[in-house]
């Protein structure tokens, strides 16, 4: 598996982000994430904000700077590992290399790079980052999952909206769903939620985020799920950028088992922050000919910057009813040479699950159809899906316990009108018109 060290370089050198990257080229197997930063207070506030595993900073003769961004490094990336990075010839002739390095020891430096940087050094430093596992935060923190897509209305907030449903379900509490689709959030919207406060707020407190006042900002939904909003328009959208983005969704992961990324259709700095911090990423496209051919062009590029493997899937969202010369995922997966992992099928009650403000999996057994596609979901984000835990849960759990979860995944428990048939064509259920009638009223 390739190793996703976050590193975080800091020095006013002009060469050293250049010197650094082609040091970095010359190691195979590792896929980092880099992000450089000019001047010290610069770094204090990466180191916040990106959560790094490696800290390099520049080192000079002074010190006494290098001690005190060390200490600040202290309580803004407690278990990053800092690394110093210098020239020989910052050494007078009345300096002795080792002194300094003693005393930078003391500043809680733990590694040295000299300059020209070689990979075979770097190297050294990162296997010692993974061999002393100096990333013991990791396994804390929650898993974060992307939904992207190359263009709009292809069904990317339905299914994140579903997943995290279904996710809290399991897990409530535990699941905070962000959507990210800031000039356009409609999150809220489908869970039929009027949030006061949404990730703006988050933007505006970032000197004092941490998890709770995530938690705080965020609202809850009766399914368990806790939901950060979008930003109310366009102008406050603006505010938003690639830092605060890395900053609220560290503080996100580390507060919550799983977060859940609604975005929009574009590649900025924010969606890369997005995606660098994303366990996995979820590319959704429908099937039609200009979203396969555009969505093979940014799948492209996402690959050229690094995402790729299992940290990038691919859905399938048929969002549209079935059509004769209809795309079938074999013709995806030849035009983009790359499998489809899900495929999530038409159904008209997704329609009205949006007009109502309950999402659909909340309505739908999970043994067909769209349910059936969230349950394979979440069950490869690592949850527990009901019906496998009541397999395994008779033997461990008792007899009562074991029909209790089976119960929640049997058909019979489920509103099975509210979904659609698995075979045959459908009709709008009586249940559908009914709900209707009470939302208009
Ligand atoms: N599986 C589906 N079956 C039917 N309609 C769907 C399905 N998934 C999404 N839709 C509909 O497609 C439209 C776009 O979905 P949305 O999730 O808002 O896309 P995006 O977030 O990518 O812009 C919405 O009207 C939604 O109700
Ligand atoms: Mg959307």
């Known amino acids: ?6 590193i975080l370089v800091v020095g006013h050198d002009p060469t050293l982000p250049t010197e650094f990257e082609s040091a970095l080229s010359g190691i195979t197997g590792v896929r980092a994430v880099t992000h450089f930063a000019r001047d010290f207070r610069q770094g204090i506030e990466a180191a916040r904000s990106r959560t790094p595993d490696l800290v390099c900073i520049e080192m000079d003769r002074n010190l006494r700077i290098l001690k005190s961004f060390t200490e600040e ?125 949404s990730i703006i707020d ?68 924010v969606v890369m922050a997005i995606l660098d911090l994303s366990d996995t990423t979820h590319f959704v496209l429908q099937a039609t000919v200009p979203n396969v051919i555009g969505a093979a062009r940014h799948m492209d590029v996402m690959e050229g910057l690094g995402f790729r493997g299992e940290r990038l899937k691919l859905i399938l969202s048929r969002n549209h009813a079935s059509f004769s010369g209809n795309l079938q995922p074999r013709d995806i997966e030849d035009r983009l040479g790359r499998r489809v992992d899900y495929v999530f099928p038409y159904s008209r009650r997704i329609m009205v699950a949006v007009n109502t403000g309950r999402p659909h999996v909340l309505n739908s057994p999970s043994w067909y159809g769209f349910g059936k596609a969230i349950r394979h979901l979440i069950r490869d984000f690592g949850a527990v899906v009901p019906g496998e835990a009541a397999k395994k849960g008779r033997k461990t759990k008792g007899r009562k316990a074991a029909e209790a979860e089976a119960a929640f995944d049997s058909p019979k428990s489920q509103p099975l009108p509210l979904d659609d048939p698995p075979f045959g064509d459908e009709s709008d259920p009586t249940s559908d018109k009914d709900r209707m009638e009470a939302w208009r009223s």
């Open 202 to 269: 988050a933007v505006r407190e970032r000197d004092r985020l941490d998890e709770t006042l995530i938690h705080q900002l965020s609202v809850p939904h009766s399914s368990g799920l806790r939901l950060l909003a979008a930003p109310k328009d366009a102008v406050e959208a603006a505010e938003v950028d690639d830092e605060a983005m890395s900053l609220i969704l560290s503080m996100a992961r580390r507060a919550y088992d799983y977060v859940i990324v609604d975005t929009f259709p574009m590649l900025d700095s």
């Open 73 to 197: 490094l202290a309580i803004a990336a407690p278990e990053a590992n800092i690394t110093a990075i210098y020239r020989q010839d910052i050494f007078g002739p009345e300096d002795s290399e080792g002194a300094v390095i003693i005393e930078a020891l003391r500043s809680r430096v733990q590694d040295f790079l000299r300059r020209p940087l070689s990979s075979t050094e770097l190297k050294q430093i990162l296997d010692r980052l993974y061999q002393e596992k100096l990333r013991p935060r990791r396994t804390h923190l929650g898993k974060v999952f992307s939904f992207i897509s190359n263009k709009g209305g292809v069904g990317k907030s339905t299914i994140s909206t579903n997943t995290a449903c279904a996710l809290a379900r399991q897990y409530p509490d535990r699941v905070l769903l962000v959507d990210c689709s800031l000039q356009m959030g409609v999150c809220a919207h489908m869970l039929d939620l009027r949030p006061e406060t």
């Open 1 to 6: 598996m390739e190793a996703t060290p976050h």
